[in-house]
């Protein structure tokens, strides 16, 4: 049972730190804001779905549609400005960013959690003498598909090859034809749409609240031990911690998933510290 | 020469090392450092300034130059980005509290404990990340703040209730007010101000700094940089450590909640707006972002009342958004901070009537 929720919350932690990766993979910044992203882009789902009442699907899209744009604007704004600081400006850059991502929300939808929205009919099923609920298997099937198709959509289209491009070097892709800023930009909106859709998957099963932005918390080492520059990496490093978390809340309680998950990152930066999947750099510096 | 200059004029060298290497170098220079200070002691005898509600924010705003100072000595000088500083900071607050409050160590005796602990569990954690180059500290940083939070939630007892302190004591007089406190967080603050600008221009600064600029450069020159990024690391939380003693024993009562992540991200929000690798830059971002957030903090609940189709909690969002936008626009348009507009208005001060 343990394993079951665990690798479903791993598949939505798994497409989440899919965006991490998107971002690092382009332009070597880690997005701590991308728990904000996707508090933001569930909220907006909320928006459009109980709100407007707009049917499922269209809201669906919508918030996509937003996410994507919400992530190439950030882009535009606040990190194109910062191409050639130091890499650190950047990072913290998108630490204040979630500061101001988390403020918007609050001062539009405020900080109490907000009515409950189902996003899948909710049925159990029983299999195997477990009990299954058809929310959750539907939003782990989501999520992977979604991550699924990123991978695909990296590995096998232009502009994913574009990407692949950018993270191998700047210069060497502009003097190619391609433009740098695009891709940047492109990939920002892919990040938003990855963290939208594990935002909404998330707010149905666990309510719209603020909280959803802690799972930026677990994306976070989900990405790193997976390795940053794999998005294969990070959907596996997802289910490890998906599993970890539950096991260790299971048997310990105490919301001791978190820190659990953080104490395999810096385990795993001990004796591999590229992650499992993520290129070797051999520096000795 | 008509009046006292405050930079040595051109064309005056100093003509030994002992000379060159003063931190005031004139005689005016000195008469206003030792005026600022009068100053700075006297505030609690001023009227109009020394309620204790001014006299808090001073407080507050002294301690947290101890832990901005130490944040600003790692994420400044040396280049290394740490998100987790009021983790540590709460390592010597819990350290140095739960000495007082349990063993009977008198507040003097317990400050340095706690800043030892903060750094030695801060020096545990570097270790895995200053093998690896770039983001890799913020990671563990982050994953000590989260980590350590848990462990003094769920793991101790003591920590998770939060205890009393006792106040500090320094012969008959009990430090217990904010008027009688202030003297104690100002010498504390004063003294580790001037070490720590004093630290940054020796040997050690420099190898900060050289690693900082560039790392091959550094190792290149014979700094060890390992060892120099871990020690770091640990003057950085031995600062945050001190300020956490610092803490505790000005509350009189240590608990959980005044350690959060959050935290970590206004100390990391101040220095950048003041400067990162600038010890004046460190307290001038935190005056700023302190008298900012008091500013909001008394702005939102009336627009709050004024705009009642606000949800609640829209003022603590509109603190983050304005806070937040405003390190964001110090990153992107004034990356040195206001470190940096001081230095342009010395230089105006300097050069006048003939700039350039």
Redesign the interface.
């Known amino acids: 049972m343990l394993v079951i929720s665990g690798v479903m919350n791993g598949a939505i932690y798994g497409l989440v730190a899919l965006g991490f990766v998107l971002i690092y993979k382009a332009s070597?910044v880690?997005n701590?804001a991308q728990g904000y992203m996707l508090l933001l882009g569930a909220y907006l789902f909320w928006f459009f779905r109980a709100t407007l009442g707009l049917p499922l699907a269209v809201a669906l899209l919508l918030a996509m549609a937003a996410g994507f744009l919400v992530g190439m604007l950030i882009e535009r704004l606040?990190l194109r400005?910062?191409i050639g600081?130091?890499?650190?400006?950047m990072?913290?850059?998108t630490?204040?960013?979630?500061?101001?991502l988390?403020?918007?929300?609050?001062?539009?939808?405020?900080?109490?959690p907000l009515q409950h929205v189902t996003v899948f009919h909710d049925r159990s099923i029983r299999m195997g003498g477990m009990v299954l609920t058809t929310q959750s298997l539907i939003a782990c099937g989501l999520a992977l598909g979604v991550a699924g198709a990123l991978i695909a959509f990296f590995r096998f289209t232009r502009i994913g090859l574009a990407m692949r491009g950018v993270a191998e070097g700047h210069q060497i892709v502009q003097s190619m034809g391609i433009s740098v800023r695009r891709i940047l930009n492109i990939s920002w909106g892919l990040a938003g749409i990855a963290a939208t859709i594990g935002g909404i998957l998330l707010g149905g099963t666990l309510g719209f609240q603020l909280a959803l932005s802690q799972i930026g918390?677990l994306a976070?080492?989900a990405a790193?031990i997976g390795g940053l520059e794999s998005p294969e990496g990070a959907v596996l490093g997802g289910l490890l911690v998906g599993l970890s978390e539950s096991i260790v809340s299971g048997y310990v309680g105490?919301?001791?998933g978190?820190?659990a998950a953080?104490?395999i990152?810096?385990a795993t930066?001990?004796f591999r510290?590229y992650g499992f999947f993520g290129l070797e750099r051999i520096?000795r510096? | 020469m008509a009046r006292a200059p405050f930079y040595p004029p051109s064309g005056v060298y100093a003509d030994t090392y002992a000379k060159d290497i003063r931190i005031l170098k004139t005689r005016k220079q000195r008469f206003l450092a030792v005026a600022g200070l009068v100053l700075l002691f006297a505030v609690p005898l001023v009227p109009g300034i020394n309620s204790p509600y001014h006299l808090r924010l001073l407080i507050g705003a002294g301690i947290t130059v101890i832990a901005c100072l130490g944040l600003n000595i790692l994420t400044g000088y040396c280049g290394q980005l740490n998100v987790g500083q009021s983790a540590f900071v709460m390592v010597g607050a819990f350290t140095s509290g739960m000495l007082n409050a349990f063993l009977g160590w008198p507040f003097w005796a317990s400050v340095l404990p706690g800043g030892l602990a903060a750094a030695g569990i801060g020096v545990l954690f570097g270790i895995p990340s200053v093998r690896l180059k770039g983001l890799y500290l913020a990671l563990t940083t982050l994953g000590a703040q989260i980590i350590l939070t848990w462990i003094a939630l769920y793991g101790i007892t003591v920590t998770a209730a939060g205890f009393a302190v006792n106040p500090a004591r320094l012969g008959g007089i009990a430090f217990d007010t904010p008027q009688k406190f202030y003297y104690v967080a100002m010498v504390f603050t004063a003294a580790m101000t001037f070490f720590a600008r004093n630290l940054m221009r020796s040997r050690l600064g420099r190898a900060f700094i050289a690693i900082r600029d560039n790392d091959r450069a550094a190792e290149g020159m014979g700094i060890d940089i390992f060892r120099y990024k871990l020690l770091a690391f640990a003057i950085c939380t031995f600062y945050a450590g001190v300020a956490g003693a610092l803490l505790v024993h000005y509350m009189m009562w240590a608990q959980l909640e005044s350690f959060t992540l959050q935290d970590s991200i206004w100390y990391l929000a101040m220095i950048i707006v003041g400067g990162l690798g600038s010890i004046e830059g460190t307290v001038f971002g935190v005056v700023f972002i302190t008298v900012l957030k008091e500013l909001v903090l008394v702005v939102g609940p009336m627009a709050q009342t004024r705009l009642p189709f606000l949800p609640i909690g829209a003022a603590s969002g509109l603190l983050l958004v304005i806070i937040g936008s405003i390190a964001i626009l110090f990153g992107v348009l004034e990356p040195r901070g206001m470190a940096h507009r001081w230095s342009l208005i010395k230089a105006f001060y300097r050069l006048w009537p003939f700039g350039y």
């Open positions: 070597a880690l701590f606040t400005p910062l600081q130091p890499l650190i400006s990072i913290t850059v630490i204040f960013l979630s500061l101001v988390e403020g918007l929300v609050s001062m539009i939808w405020g900080t109490y918390l976070i080492p790193f105490n919301a001791a978190v820190p953080f104490v990152l810096i930066m001990l510290p520096e510096v």
